[in-house]
């Protein structure tokens, strides 16, 4: 558990902090309450004991700011006027960038709209050079090019204007946060001070005014209003999307009964930097081994679970650092009111004590629990009058080939594309078993038009040719590429008689990923039904065995290398599945076993054996304690509930 108690009030950013804080009071008449204070600093999100210490550390050493008995705190003697809604001024601003950390990827596309009431007064917009290469995939997105970038002017040529235009307004946008600390790095590089607006994020209205509404991202909220959207990721027109929906978020302020500035959930300017939220002291009761770790609220409910082979360098990114999470976990380190970690054996119990604790709390930030079910194995079913190729987690003793393990589902699937790209084969899940009547029953599909499927589910199509495909594919999953080479060579030579310049460089694509490629080998075997993995335990002198029953989770046993064997044959002969697996551990064990079947101890399916196989396992145990070492003991973490993901 990380106590409070660590926190800390001399780092050097709490000033920032209290910056924020001397602006926001001036802003309401020099008093507030210490809730509204923390919902100012830290987001709309932050409640708890864990965030009132903070303001207090933030404050207590600050000349300017004075405690009221009630809580309150206020900045003495001073008083400001009002600012009434309808003479405030705003300006809305959308900033496109290259990538998500300022400094190191660059604005290139911008726009700001200065507002009079609803409508748009004017308009300041540009496309800029982010110097260097710009991404494909962006290109595909906004349909700008490189080249065309590459004649846009540098940030610094439009510096000037953009300050002249928004001048003391108030910025308004959805989701800003970002956008304004790739601004602020842009006018650090060009010797120019940060930002000193206040802003107004979208977000932020939207929570507050439509509570039910749900995930208030800009295409909901747009929908909500019921709100023409033009090409998205443009500057301008996402500039003016973001107008549109806080004119109707500002209306609804108004009929709550809003008739001041102050009375919007503003924010200070933005900071160059984040605060650092907690001292590296708070780390230092923290293991440094494998675990999971329990984010909690201010009413001990579990907000995040998380797993780490390494706790301490985990709960450091987060706490000791600005953490570059994705939208859909803002608001989690505002919630948080102490933390409780678990210390683990091995990697693989994180693991899977992961997905236990995420199926029993269903933490709010936690995204949908995915059991790692990806399939790590490709399956070709030579029994079917047209095969085609499918994803499994595991080989079967179906009579269908398999071939893989594959290092992880995202080189699975690389690998299927280009499969799918050399061997023009059904890859769709249609009905492709012939009718007495015909086969044209379905209209075609675009990989049908574009060539890249014979097409048997919508013509009649000879299994003779269809047949001849797949044995080419056959050759190529065992190694022999020559068939396949030769045949891309004739339909690039074809497609450069026919002019068809596209399809030529596409095939020359395929053919070299296929010279570059180290066929996945064919496995026959399937994972036995009944099973053990031994990883060390937290206690030095015992390890863990994870099990497997008739192909379902059975739960885990400590055992010591010196127990009875008798009585470790007994213990194993009386596991049996769990009735109810909700957090999926058994797909879990079964993929990760997929990747390390070296770990993997057999386990009888009748009466007899036992013996022998608690022979094998106490020596396995053995082993694993004077070596402190297991068959597959480092673990792909697959951090995709931590990775950016774009909503």
């Known amino acids: 558990?990380?106590?409070?108690?660590?926190?800390?009030?001399?780092?050097?950013?709490?000033?920032?902090?209290?910056?924020?804080?001397?602006?926001?009071?001036?802003?309401?008449?020099?008093?507030?309450?210490?809730?509204?204070?923390?919902?100012?600093?830290?987001?709309?999100?932050?409640?708890?004991?864990?965030?009132?210490?903070?303001?207090?550390?933030?404050?207590?050493?600050?000349?300017?700011?004075?405690?009221?008995?009630?809580?309150?705190?206020?900045?003495?003697?001073?008083?400001?006027?009002?600012?009434?809604?309808?003479?405030?001024?705003?300006?809305?601003?959308?900033?496109?960038?290259?990538?998500?950390?300022?400094?190191?990827?660059?604005?290139?596309?911008?726009?700001?709209?200065?507002l009079a009431g609803d409508a748009v007064e004017s308009a300041f917009a540009a496309t800029l050079n982010p110097g260097g290469r710009f991404p494909s995939y962006l290109s595909d997105l906004t349909g700008y090019g490189g080249e065309q970038l590459a004649e846009a002017p540098a940030f610094q040529q439009v510096a000037a204007d953009l300050l002249d235009f928004l001048g003391d307004a108030v910025l308004v946008g959805h989701g800003l946060a970002r956008g304004l600390a790739h601004l602020n790095s842009e006018l650090g590089a060009c010797g120019l001070p940060p930002l000193a607006n206040r802003v107004l994020d979208t977000l932020d209205l939207a929570q507050r005014y439509l509570p039910k509404h749900g995930k208030p991202t800009l295409d909901h909220l747009a929908r909500r209003f019921a709100l023409p959207v033009g090409r998205r990721h443009r500057a301008l027109p996402d500039a003016y999307l973001v107008a549109g929906v806080f004119a109707r978020l500002l209306a609804l302020a108004r009929s709550a009964g809003v008739d001041a500035l102050a009375d919007l959930p503003l924010a200070g300017p933005a900071q160059p930097g984040a605060p650092l939220l907690l001292d590296r002291s708070a780390l230092e009761d923290v293991p440094t081994g494998p675990g999971v770790y329990l984010l909690q609220g201010d009413a001990g409910q579990v907000l995040y679970v998380g797993k780490a082979a390494n706790l301490r360098s985990r709960l450091a990114s987060y706490f000791a650092s600005a953490p570059e999470y994705p939208r859909r976990m803002e608001g989690l380190l505002e919630s948080v009111a102490d933390c409780q970690t678990v210390e683990l054996g091995s990697e693989l119990e994180a693991l899977l004590e992961e997905a236990r604790l995420i199926a029993q709390h269903r933490p709010r930030f936690n995204v949908q629990l995915r059991s790692r079910e990806g399939a790590l194995f490709l399956r070709l079913d030579l029994a079917a009058t047209f095969p085609r190729l499918t994803e499994s987690l595991a080989p079967a003793p179906d009579g269908a080939r398999y071939y893989g393990p594959f290092a992880s589902e995202k080189d699975l699937r690389h690998y299927r594309r280009l499969l799918e790209g050399l061997f023009p084969l059904a890859s769709c899940r249609r009905d492709l078993e012939p009718r007495a009547k015909g086969r044209r029953r379905t209209k075609p599909c675009a990989k049908l038009a574009a060539g890249r499927c014979l097409g048997p589910c919508v013509r009649p199509l000879g299994v003779g040719l269809y047949w001849a495909l797949v044995e080419e594919m056959v050759q190529f999953l065992a190694g022999d590429s020559r068939l396949s080479e030769a045949r891309v060579r004739g339909e690039i030579a074809d497609r450069r008689e026919r002019g068809d310049r596209k399809g030529m460089e596409r095939l020359r694509r395929l053919l070299l990923a296929a010279q570059q490629v180290e066929p996945p080998g064919q496995t026959a075997e399937s994972p036995p039904a009944n099973l053990a993995v031994a990883q060390p335990d937290v206690n030095p002198d015992s390890v863990v065995l994870f099990l497997l029953r008739r192909g379902c989770y059975a739960g885990r046993l400590a055992v010591a290398p010196a127990e009875e064997v008798a009585t470790l044959a007994e213990r194993l002969r009386a596991t049996a599945p769990l009735a109810d697996d909700d957090a999926g551990r058994a797909a879990i064990l079964r993929r990760w076993l997929a990747r390390n079947p070296e770990a993997a101890l057999p386990l009888p399916e009748g009466e007899a054996g036992w013996l022998a196989a608690a022979e094998r396992i106490c020596a396995a145990a053995a082993e694993l304690v004077d070596y402190g070492s297991a068959p597959g003991r480092s673990v792909d973490w697959a951090e995709e509930d931590m990775e950016e993901e774009n909503d």
């Open 1 to 114: 558990m990380i106590p409070n108690g660590a926190l800390s009030g001399g780092s050097v950013r709490f000033a920032a902090l209290a910056a924020r804080a001397y602006e926001y009071l001036c802003a309401v008449e020099g008093r507030a309450g210490q809730s509204d204070l923390v919902r100012e600093l830290f987001g709309p999100a932050a409640k708890g004991p864990f965030w009132t210490k903070l303001l207090g550390n933030v404050l207590a050493g600050d000349a300017r700011f004075q405690r009221a008995p009630g809580g309150e705190w206020f900045l003495p003697g001073w008083e400001v006027p009002v600012v009434p809604l309808a003479e405030a001024r705003f300006v809305v601003l959308d900033v496109e960038t290259t990538g998500a950390r300022p400094g190191r990827q660059r604005i290139f596309d911008l726009a700001a709209l200065r």
